[in-house]
């Protein structure tokens, strides 16, 4: 069993590359989960469960070094709770903002699928077909709009009502004429 001294060992270069070893691997995962789409993280089956975690496995093996310690732990997780913060702090300026966050994606105008707009969200037609039916929907032309939303989860409207301006101004596509 190590001595308490050798849990708690660290050098300051040692938290120096901790540090910085946790923030390459932090972006290198966010660049990856931008590149596969918002889907990614919203709707997981059991595969992208375990690939979360492998994930996870490999990102804290990384951050922490050849040999870890329990100070190396702590400060990568410092490390990734200060990233956290200033990304969250980051999403509210304009222009780092505006890349971090992702718009609604309008997927369908009325009973009209628009394809073009699915694959660049990659969203399937299944998983399309898999929300339609878990709204409720029985019939295309019960459809009014279905978005996907900034944080990877589908919206669908039914036709019959106008939606409040508010809620849709930030859709882009929309429009009150095309979606009565």
């Known amino acids: 069993m190590p001595a308490l001294s050798e849990i708690w060992a660290i050098t300051p270069g040692g938290v120096i590359a901790v540090a910085l070893t946790t923030v390459v691997m932090y972006g290198v995962f966010l660049v990856l989960v931008r590149v596969m789409g918002r889907r990614s993280l919203a709707a997981m089956a059991p595969h992208d469960v375990a690939g979360i975690m492998a994930f996870g496995a490999v990102l804290g093996r990384t951050a922490l070094l050849s040999v870890p310690t329990l100070a190396g ?70 459809v009014a709009w279905v978005v996907l939303e900034a944080n990877g989860q589908m919206s669908v409207a039914r036709r019959g009502s106008t939606p409040d301006p508010f809620l849709v101004e930030d859709i882009p596509g929309y429009t009150e004429e095309r979606f009565p």
């Open 73 to 142: 732990g702590v400060v990568a997780m410092v490390t990734l709770f200060v990233l956290q913060r200033l990304l969250a702090l980051a999403q509210k300026t304009r222009p780092f903002g505006a890349s971090l966050r992702h718009e609604p994606v309008l997927l369908m105008a009325g009973s009209d699928v628009r394809h073009a707009d699915l694959l660049r969200a990659r969203v399937t037609h299944d998983e399309l077909r898999q929300r339609l039916r878990l709204a409720g929907i029985t019939r295309l032309d019960d």
